[in-house]
C-alpha cells in the first residue's frame, strides 16, 4: 500500500518537474516575443491566482461544507500585505530593481507576509462566526468581507487615494511589487513554484486527519462531534489554513496587477474577483476536488477572457454580445447550467490522479456500460 | 459485592426541562464495568433526551454525569467522548460519503498523534500513524464484520451493516461506556440475532458497559442484566427483566389502566 503511494509521489513529482522545465524552456525560447509576453504570460499569471483561490475556497465550502462568502476579502488582505510590504522594503533600501537576488527574498517574504496576515485575520473571524451555520454563516462572512474592504479603504496607507505617496498604480508598478510584462515572463517560474507548492500543501491538509475530519463535519456535524472530532477547531483551523492561502492567491495578484484597488475584491464587483465568482469556480469544479478547482478555474479565466476580449465576441448579433456586457449574467448562467446537468460539478469528488487515470477510465466506463444496460433492460421491461 | 464496585457512570437527580416541559427529571442510574443495562419506555418518555445528557449534547438544568466519579458538568460533546462515553444514533448518523474505513479512523481520535506540520510534509511520523490507523481500523470492521466492504462508501451499504459500522464508530473512540439507541430498530430477525453476537463480542472482549435503548422486548428481556423503565421523564420502575416485567406500574405504562 505504501510502496504504491510513494510510487505515486515520486510519478507527480517526476511529472511535475518536467513539465516545469517544460516551461522554462519555452519561455527562455519564446519569452521576447509579443504574444506570447502579452497574453499568454498574463495569462497564466491570473490562472495561477485563481487556481490558488479556488483551490483554498474548495476547503472551506467543498471539503467542510461551509459557505464562505467572504473569500476575496482575505485575498485582498494579502494583497495588500504584499504590495505594502514590498514598497517598504523598496523605501527601506532593501532592493532596487527586480533582478536583484535581495528582491527574491523581499517577494518570498511577501507572500509569507500575505499568507499569515490573511490567516490571523481569519482565525480572528472564523471564532465568532462559525459558530453559525447554513446561510447565516453566509451572510456573516460576506459582512465581514465588506468591512476589510472598507477598512482598507479607510486606511490611510493604503486606502483608494493610494499606497502612502502618490497613486498606488505607479507606485506599485515602479517599486513594488507589480511586475511588467518583462518581469512576468522573467518570474513566471515563481508563480508556477508558489502555485504548486498550495495546492500540494491544500492536498496533503485534505489527505490527512484533518481532511477527514472536516469531510467528517461536512457529512454530519453532530455525528462527528459524538465521534469524539473537536468540531470547532478543526472548523476554524480549516478556515485560516484555507485564508492562508487566499492571502498568498492576494500576493501573486499584486504581482499581476499594476494597480491595487479594493473595488476590484468588493462584493458588488462585476469582475472576476467576486466572492461569489469564486463559488461559482468551486461548484463547477466539484464540491470537494481540488483538481476540479483548477480545471474551473482556468475553465472561468478562459470564458472571463473570452467574452471581455475574445475577437468573436464583435461578430456576434448585438443581443447576444449585449448581455456580454453584463459578465455576471454569464457566469449566473454558468451556474444555473452545472446545477441542472451536474449537480456535483465536472469532477464531483473525484480527485484526478496520473497514477490512477488508466484504472480510473476503466472504471468509469464499466460503470457507464452497466447504467446503459440497466437502462436498456429496463425499457424492455417498460 | 455490588457495593464495593465503583460504577463506571452515574448520573445524579438528571434532569432538563425545555421552557416548562420537564422532559427527564430527577433520573439516577449507575452502570458497572461490563454491565449490559437496558433503558426503555413508551414513545415519547426520554429515553433519547436521557442520551443526549449523557453525551453532553443537552447541558442538564439540573443534577450531573459522572463518569468514573468524575463530574462531566459544563463539557462539550466531544469531551464527553474524550473522557470515554460513545453513543449510536436512532437514526444512522454515518459520514455518508466517507468510505467504511474512514468512517472509523475519523472517531480513532485518541490516536492521532501528529499536526499540521507533519501533515503537510509527510513526516515517517505521518506515515506511522496512519499505518497503525488503518491497522485499528480494520481490526475493528473485522469485529464488526464489516472488513470487506472497508473501501466502498458508507451510504451504499445495507441498512443493517449500517448500524454495525457504527458501532464500530464508537468503538473506535475507546470508550467506557457504550450508548446504543435503538440499535436493533427496523432489523429482520436475523440481522437482530448478529447484531447481538456483535454486541456480545465487543462485551467480553473490551469489558465494557453498555446502556441499550431498545424497543425490541425480547431482545431487551434476553440480553440486559438491569432495565429501567422511564414514562414521561420519570423512572418508573428499575430491576432485573423479570421484576420490570412483572412492574404493575409498567405494564400499565405500555398498555395503559
Known amino acids: ?382 | 459485592m455490588a457495593e464495593e464496585r465503583v460504577p463506571v457512570l452515574e448520573t445524579r437527580k438528571l434532569g432538563i426541562s425545555f421552557g416548562g416541559l420537564k422532559a427527564v427529571t430527577d433520573f439516577n442510574i449507575q452502570i458497572f464495568p461490563g454491565e449490559l443495562v437496558g433503558l426503555i419506555g413508551p414513545n415519547g418518555a426520554g429515553k433519547t433526551t436521557v442520551f443526549n445528557l449523557l453525551t453532553g449534547v443537552y447541558a442538564p438544568t439540573e443534577g450531573t454525569v459522572l463518569l468514573n466519579g468524575k463530574p462531566l458538568n459544563g463539557k462539550k460533546t466531544y469531551q464527553f467522548v474524550e473522557a470515554g462515553i460513545a453513543r449510536t444514533f436512532q437514526n444512522i448518523r454515518l459520514f455518508k460519503e466517507m468510505s467504511v474505513i474512514e468512517n472509523v479512523k475519523v472517531a480513532c481520535t485518541k490516536d492521532l498523534h501528529y499536526g499540521l506540520f507533519s501533515a503537510s510534509l509527510r513526516t515517517p511520523k505521518f506515515w506511522k500513524t496512519e499505518k497503525e490507523l488503518t491497522e485499528k481500523a480494520m481490526s475493528l470492521l473485522e469485529i464488526c464484520n464489516l472488513a470487506d466492504v472497508a473501501e466502498l462508501p458508507a451510504a451504499s451499504l445495507p441498512y443493517g451493516r449500517q448500524r454495525k459500522l457504527e458501532i464500530a464508530r464508537a468503538l473506535a473512540t475507546d470508550m467506557k461506556v457504550l450508548l446504543l439507541d435503538e440499535p436493533a430498530a427496523g432489523m429482520n430477525p436475523t440481522e437482530t440475532a448478529e447484531l447481538l453476537t456483535c454486541i456480545n463480542t465487543i462485551r467480553d472482549r473490551f469489558g465494557i458497559a453498555i446502556l441499550l435503548i431498545e424497543h425490541d422486548m425480547s431482545l431487551v428481556m434476553n440480553v440486559c442484566e438491569r432495565i429501567q423503565v422511564l414514562d414521561y421523564g420519570q423512572t418508573i420502575a428499575a430491576g432485573s427483566p423479570a421484576e420490570v416485567a412483572a412492574n404493575p406500574s409498567v405494564i400499565a405504562a405500555y398498555l395503559g389502566e
Open chain 1, 1 to 382: 500500500m505504501k510502496s504504491k503511494t510513494s510510487r505515486g509521489y515520486l510519478l507527480n513529482t517526476v511529472v511535475v518537474v518536467v513539465l516545469f522545465i517544460g516551461f522554462q524552456i519555452l519561455t527562455s525560447l519564446k519569452g521576447s516575443e509579443g504574444s506570447f509576453k502579452l497574453v499568454i504570460v498574463p495569462s497564466i499569471w491570473q490562472c495561477c491566482y485563481l487556481m490558488v483561490l479556488a483551490a483554498s475556497l474548495n476547503l472551506v465550502l467543498g471539503f467542510m461544507g461551509q459557505l464562505s462568502l467572504g473569500h476575496c476579502g482575505f485575498m485582498a488582505i494579502g494583497a495588500y500585505t504584499a504590495a505594502l510590504l514590498s514598497l517598504a522594503c523598496e523605501r527601506a533600501g532593501l532592493f532596487e530593481n527586480k533582478s536583484d537576488l535581495s528582491f527574491l527574498l523581499v517577494l518570498i517574504a511577501s507572500v509569507l507576509a500575505a499568507g499569515i496576515l490573511a490567516a490571523l485575520l481569519s482565525f480572528l473571524i472564523g471564532i465568532p462566526a462559525l459558530r453559525l451555520k447554513g446561510d447565516y454563516l453566509a451572510i456573516i462572512t460576506l459582512g465581514f468581507g465588506m468591512i476589510i474592504i472598507n477598512i482598507i479603504n479607510n486606511l490611510p496607507f493604503c486606502g483608494q487615494d493610494g499606497l502612502a505617496q502618490g497613486s498606488a498604480a505607479a507606485s506599485l508598478y515602479k517599486n513594488g511589487l507589480g511586475f511588467g510584462s518583462k518581469a512576468k515572463v522573467q518570474f513566471l517560474w515563481f508563480a508556477l513554484v508558489v502555485t504548486i507548492l498550495s495546492l500540494t500543501l491544500m492536498f496533503m491538509f485534505v489527505r490527512s486527519k484533518y481532511g477527514r475530519a472536516i469531510r467528517a463535519i461536512r457529512d454530519d456535524e453532530i455525528a462527528a462531534s459524538a465521534s469524539g472530532v473537536n468540531t470547532s477547531y478543526y472548523k476554524v483551523l480549516t478556515f485560516a489554513y484555507s485564508a492562508f492561502f487566499a492571502g498568498v492567491a492576494g500576493a501573486l495578484y499584486s504581482c499581476t496587477n499594476a494597480t491595487l484597488s479594493t473595488s476590484s475584491f468588493a462584493f458588488t464587483n462585476g469582475g472576476i474577483l467576486n466572492s461569489t465568482f469564486v463559488v461559482v469556480m468551486v461548484v463547477l469544479g466539484g464540491m470537494g476536488s481540488l483538481t476540479g478547482s483548477v480545471v474551473a478555474a482556468t475553465i472561468m479565466f478562459f470564458v472571463n477572457y473570452q467574452i471581455k476580449n475574445g475577437a468573436w465576441v464583435e461578430h456576434l448579433p448585438a443581443s447576444v454580445s449585449g448581455v456580454f456586457e453584463y459578465p455576471m449574467l454569464v457566469y449566473a448562467l454558468v451556474l444555473i447550467i452545472v446545477i441542472l446537468f451536474r449537480p456535483k460539478g465536472i469532477f464531483g469528488s473525484y480527485e484526478f490522479s496520473l497514477q490512477n487515470l488508466i484504472p480510473d477510465i476503466r472504471r468509469a466506463r464499466e460503470r457507464r456500460k452497466a447504467a446503459k444496460a440497466e437502462r436498456k433492460e429496463a425499457q424492455a421491461h417498460g
